[in-house]
């Protein structure tokens, strides 16, 4: 009988302890549900030719100004950063207007956590929009894989969490899974009980945070599985449609 | 009517994100469940006159040798380490071996832990050892409370968040909670049914690493609560009974 080892599923919390693993070789899952790849998996799968990830307004900006057929793309504080053209609500990318432009996005906590990540096989974008594609995906790779929480300004959050736990639940037969934050994050996906997220979120800081700006719609639609079934990987500066 | 501010309560799942934290004034509970904090917790509430949790075996021997009527312990990899005279369970101090001494400990991650910590206006040890004394405690001192879970080598681990979901579950509603570390570990501690610790515990990375070495008895030990109620506090260098 031969016995063929499966890949490692891992889960990093926070930004802060990426340090901690090996993700030379592995497909690194970026997980931003609130609201960067949220947005970027809309956009990609309405027909934005490309997303480009940038970690401030001046680079938006910048990029915006030098690439044809583009548009800026980035908040703070709720609102459209000065100097941008539109927010980051995956809400505002329709087919109608996102479909072959090119999306050069600024966001907070997602683009840096991508940006961090070194030597990985692939990058790609996850959340629940996307959800059984993604999972589909990375029990085709083969690979090791880490599942990546953008969090908050490094603070553990709920909604990463979640969305690491309903992977982790969904593709762990094809996994060798010995992470304490990866079994942590199942149990409290089972404690959501897989269906009503925004309900079970509604007792967490961004959901506080967000709903103080209006945007429970934006929420709600964030945390709808497989709207957008694409899986969004990185090349090069640019995040494309796989 | 008045309306009075709770204090807050917050949970660190990790050293390398303790920086997130304001400290300054607040009561940090130090949690190393396996099996730093549990064992301080035994070795007090049986007597030990005071416990000095130190960072390298060598320090341990130095501090040993100049403190009158002490021992010192430790362990690296689940044996006695090289110089010292015991193990870091907490079976090995009854009250018939430790009563009138000094413990000289050194740990890896609980120690770590507790030496980053500044400003708090008193660090405590917390354990299920000690789980009610400790969350009456926390209530009665009414200042600002941050659960610090020491983790492995700076990774989450179940164990202590699983304690620090205990605790949050006991206090919460002395506590204001806007703290997702918070609500995650509380959602885990419902997880676990809130009894047979060790039977969820079975599936986590620890438990894995210490059953190789036979530590089984160990483990179940320092998950059952209260069997020491007593409120370890640091003062100076060492750790005293409350």
Redesign the interface.
Known sequence: MITVEKPKLEVC??P??LH?YDTKGAVVVIIDIFRATSTITAALHNGASKVIPVATVAECIAIGASTPNSLTAGERDGKVADGLQHGNSPLEYPASFIKGKTLVLTTTNGTRLLHMVKDAAEIVIGSFLNLTVVCDYLIAQNKNVLLGCAS???????ED?LFAGAVTDAVQNHFSI????A??AK??Y??SGGSNFIEFLK????Y?RLSAFGLEEDMAYCVTPDLHPVVPRLQGDSIIAG
Request: glycine content about 0%.
């Open positions: 919390l926070s802060a302890l901690l908050w300004k490094d603070k553990y959050n709920l969490t010995n992470c304490d934050a079994r942590s149990h409290l089972k404690s007792d967490s800081s961004h506080n």
